[in-house]
Nanobody, 125 residues
């Protein structure tokens, strides 16, 4: 079992920045790939970014590439999502998730076994 808890959401103006954190407890965090997803009202949950257990590989959705950065600190059992140049279309509930595997499956929600409760990010225009 892995328990995930996100923090750091809030309200920011367009062009601003926010940093999300997700702290894990339970099974070994350092052997788990981690991802961030988001879900806007009336839309399906979509992939945002993922990082391998060793931080050697990352994936980003095209919509956030160059603006968002995913990182992790295995000593702190925490994964981060630094979001810069935020746009109103980034408004959503952001979820972190843990995956026991790697590969293209981690670009989809079905690649993850554990999910946090989510944190709201609102970007005003």
């Amino acid at each position: 079992q892995v328990q995930l808890a996100e923090s750091g959401g809030g309200l920011v103006q367009a062009g601003g920045s926010l940093s999300l954190s997700c702290t894990a407890s339970g099974r070994s965090f350092s052997t788990t790939a981690m991802g961030w997803f988001r879900q806007a009202p009336g839309k399906e949950r979509e992939f945002v970014a993922a990082v391998s257990w060793s931080s050697t590989m990352t994936y980003y959705a095209d919509s956030v590439k160059g603006r968002f950065t995913i990182s992790r600190d295995n000593a702190q059992n925490t994964v981060y999502l630094q979001m810069n140049s935020l746009k109103p279309e980034d408004t959503a509930i952001y979820y972190c998730a843990a995956s026991p595997t790697w590969g293209t499956v981690i670009l989809t929600a079905r690649g993850y076994d554990y999910w946090g409760q989510g944190t709201q990010v609102t970007v005003s225009s």
